[in-house]
């Protein structure tokens, strides 16, 4: 929705917000499952049957095509091919072995450059920009065509809900990002019902032990094939159901992201829900995918693109190491990344052989990000606060702590010449007491935001006693 959309939403009733939230999700259904989308679907499922040395045929010509159209048409990677020695002869030869010749692409850079210099002047057609969670900092803008989109949503169709057992046209829960309940205080209903997806969308920013009848009682009444959506937010909500003795429908499956999936979050989903849980990792930046097969196994989409693990010394890793992601995505020529230093980290298997017969790399685990739970003085439990660090100039990354149920520091790495204080801090507050309700907010700014154990970045961190 649009800004001005967003603004009318804050103020309608309840089922004028359904009836907008259901006209918007029509929207987004043409947009991501029309066009290209079923020829796109076939194409995913057809490679599944591949070989290794047909992957390998398959990645070396995507990524050499990927390569000349970069050099030929963005003008970053044009001048940084050519500082770093490369012709266009050059990179017509390119091989799997010798990509770690090219240059590395970093999360800064694609802020700095990514709706300008990185951008391919010759585009798709209705390119949109989506912005990254930004849970740590400045959030990223990706380059989304209609054609990419369609893509995109193909092979989210094919390796994820495929594989789960569920489709696009199936009914499900979702527990994401976007505040369909403007105010931090609110009776309820804590969801919003989007018919033309049959999608029940739940706020992350209300689950407590209170609130979690009035979630159940949306299950109860759509009965959705599925949940998806925040890997903590739904294992928080489907706990209090349990602590609650709350029967809940069954499911067909939960498929979880953004955060990392534990055994004890299978358990609750389980036990809760009588099915099993499928995981994955992807991103807004659409340039890597890996997802849990039927025998629980999490396997790269190589058609997606190159996904290379790499240890600290910058090698390949050996199966059984865990190493950090660098992708070359094959699905977005509008705004390429290739060798993009995403940040996140994997662990290969020691295994490589799969069990449903595909010929592709085995993960063993995906790490990301294990942040703590922040408590609301009112019971209610969260650990996703992307929203609170949009369109704010200057802001470098941002780390958040709680010390009491009322009391709370903001750490911010900021670049002073072009960060507005006053103005940023009281739209941080404002954000966060959204989320929260009334607590209290300081202020630290310091040079680097200290990392925990392993160099890992915590974006979240609670001081309360653990329960």
Partial sequence: MSILQDKIYSIMPFRVQNLMISAFGYHWQRRRFGGVFEQALKQFKDRES?????????????????????????????????????????????????????????????????????????????GRFFSSSGSTGTPTSILFSDQMHQRWSAVFEARIRNWAGVTHQDSRGMIGGRRIIPDAVSKGPYYRYNKAEKQIYFS??????????????????????????????NYILASFFLENKVKIPGLKAVITSSEKLTQEMRDIFKEVYGCKTYDSYSGIEACGLISENEFGQLLVSPDVGIIEILNDEGRPCIPGEEGEIYSTGFLNYDQPLIRYRIGDRVKLASDQITMCGRSMMVIDEIAGRVEDIIHGPDGRQMVRFHGIYLNINGLISGQIIQHTLYDFKLRLQVDQTIFNKVESERLIVSRLKSQLGDINVQFEYLDEIPRGPGGKFRAVISELPRS
């Fill in 50 to 126: 591949f070989t290794s040395q047909q992957w390998k045929d398959y990645q070396v010509s995507e990524l050499r095509k990927l390569l000349i159209h970069s050099f030929e048409t963005v003008p970053l990677y044009n001048k940084r091919f050519k500082s770093s020695g490369f012709t266009l002869y050059d990179l017509k030869k390119v091989d799997l072995d010798s990509l770690y010749k090219i240059p590395v692409l970093t999360k800064d850079d694609l802020r700095k450059y990514g709706t300008t210099s990185l951008l391919s002047s010759r585009r798709e057609k209705n």
């Fill in 204 to 233: 992350a920013y209300h689950i407590s032990r209170t609130t979690a009848h009035d979630y159940a009682s949306a299950l109860i009444k759509y009965k959705p094939v599925y949940m998806t959506g925040y890997a903590m937010s």
